[in-house]
């Protein structure tokens, strides 16, 4: 996948190639088309229909046909984008070595995000269809599912672990929680800005990392404050960063 990869909504040409390339081809526009149509008009509120069309289908279900249900293409659209950035962090950890501080590692947290969405340009759509995924109890846990198999996430996390006040206190999850919260809804009003020509806080991609890293570092570093333990459990959060 490439980051001039082709997201229009115009007709598509006939394919040229195999059966399973056409199939592969086809399959791959409905992700553009609804991974857009998800970050401009929203999830819920666009429909299998609406995607076909802008897609150039002439079959009103050929989302479902491919990919099942809403959840199903949210689902895919998530484990494309974590792919991409799986091979960017693995690459970044790889560069690191033991004496690597807490920036560098939040560095391989934030910039295989920032890195994507940077080479994406204007079509860069995914920071806000996983800002309203990770506000639905329904398509949470699609997310976190899909973060939950990155390698070099949880190598990331682990790595990060030390640094926490308190490895398995209350205080340390709900930090954890938020640096999450943090990186994705950042990254989803700046995309959002972007797309629709507002001026954004940071000039670069690059340079909204350096804020995220910064301020993610205050969460971590922060004194702890005791809390009084909940008679119900808090969920963990999972990781999709």
Known sequence: ???NRARSAGTVSPSTGSPSTGKASTRELILDTAERLFAEQGIFATSSRR?????????????GYHFGSKADLVRAIT???TAEVERSRTQMLAGLDDSAGLEELLGCLVRPWTDR???LGQNSYFA???AQAM?????????VEEGSH????????????KHFPSRADLSTELRRGMMQHLIVFVCAEREGAL??????SRQTWADEANGLIDALQGIITASMTDLSPSPVRRRPYGRVT
């Open 1 to 3: 996948m490439t980051a």
């Open 51 to 63: 995607i076909a069309e802008a897609a150039g289908q002439g079959n009103n279900w050929v989302a």
């Open 79 to 81: 484990r494309r984008f």
């Open 117 to 119: 969405f940077e080479a």
């Open 128 to 130: 806000r269809v996983c």
């Open 135 to 143: 506000n639905s109890p329904t398509l949470r846990p699609i997310v």
């Open 150 to 161: 990155s390698d070099s996430l949880e190598q990331t996390w682990e790595a990060l672990d």
């Open 195 to 200: 797309a629709e020509g507002h001026p954004t």
